[in-house]
């Protein structure tokens, strides 16, 4: 059955319900049909969305830009940096005052609680476009791409090997909804945060998903579906990138890693890659490889929430 999202934010897939997270998939799957059969689908005429980018973006500015277009709204980008945000605007006022012009805010910055305070003081839907903490858009792509390419998604397991971040957090939530065995195995010290892997483990237990931390990625990857990394320096963790990659040495994704993993194990990033670091060319580019589909599959995604939400 249909769940009405209409002026849903969406700022943690952990805030979705399983319906929901499955109607952002089967929606994008139909918005993806149209678009490949050159049929229109423009649901979103003389509507804007405003795009506040703290943060550097070529995936979700472009496709969340190109998305509104092809639903017949228009986007607009709003760099911070031009911003009265940057003169001390409070984000509370600055939602507010966007409210009055735009339909829908798309937003990627540095603190989540900033997400949070413009999405309370707008009266519009917001999205989150990243943030320190979490990247729901990402894993909701990514769920179509896994949808996609494996037929299903409960049951499934996925490995995510490296640094403890944004993109592990989001891939628990939405392992935790959809009933994906998600483990996160990375180095002691680099671990996701303890009260996002408590909720994803406390969401998992509706659909029985098993959601772990782990050590040992040759031991993690033999029956996992998917190999997922994503860089080991964050957006903003530029200065502890040299003591990242000595400490994330022994969690490169590379041919002797894949080798231990079944056959047909996808390899997942959600880009942009620092190749030579947390993958290697050979499993950036071999066949197991589907980063590029992924990356498509923002634009298809992205589009069925903000027809959904808007
Ligand atoms: N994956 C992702 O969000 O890419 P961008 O940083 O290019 O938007
Ligand atoms: N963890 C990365 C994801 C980039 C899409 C970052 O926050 O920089």
């Known amino acids: 059955m249909a769940v009405c999202m209409k002026g849903k934010d969406v700022i943690s897939i952990h805030d979705l319900s399983t319906e929901e997270v499955w109607q952002i998939v089967k929606t994008a799957e139909m918005i993806k049909m149209l678009k490949l059969s050159g049929q229109p689908y423009t649901p979103l005429v003389g509507k804007t969305l405003g795009m506040i ?14 998305g509104m277009n092809q639903l017949g709204g228009h986007a607009i980008f709003l760099s911070s940096n031009d911003m009265q945000l940057k003169r001390g605007e409070t984000i509370t006022d600055t939602g507010r005052v966007l409210s009055g012009y735009l339909d829908g805010i798309m937003i990627r910055t540095f603190a989540h609680q900033d997400v949070v305070d413009l999405a309370a003081a707008a009266n519009i839907p917001v999205i989150n476009g990243l943030t320190d903490l979490l990247h729901p858009c990402q894993v909701l792509a990514d769920l179509l791409t896994i949808y996609e390419k494996k037929g299903r998604l409960q049951g499934i397991k996925l490995t995510y090997v490296g640094d403890g971040n944004n993109m592990a957090h989001s891939l628990m939530y939405g392992g935790a909804k959809v009933g994906m065995d998600v483990d996160i195995c990375c180095p002691e010290g680099y671990d996701p945060d303890p009260a996002v892997f408590r909720s994803a483990v406390e969401d998992a237990k509706a659909t029985g998903a098993k959601i772990q931390v782990t050590r040992d990625p040759f031991r993690s990857v033999a029956d996992a579906d998917i190999i997922y990394t994503d860089v080991w320096a964050s957006m903003g963790q530029e200065a502890e990138h040299d003591k990242k990659v000595a400490a994330l040495q022994g969690y490169q994704v590379n041919a002797k890693l894949l080798a231990a993993a079944k056959k047909d194990t996808l390899f997942m990033h ?40 808007m």
Do not use: M, W, Y
């Not at 980018?53 to 190109?66: G, M």
């Not at 190749?275 to 498509?296: K, L, M």
């Open 53 to 66: 980018f703290t943060k550097s973006s070529t995936r979700t500015r472009i496709s969340f830009e190109v």
């Open 270 to 309: 959600c880009l942009p890659a620092h190749r030579g670091e947390e993958v290697t060319d050979e499993v950036a580019d071999g066949p197991n490889s589907v980063i590029f589909h992924q990356a498509e599959n923002r634009l298809h995604a992205q589009k069925a929430i903000l027809a959904l939400v």
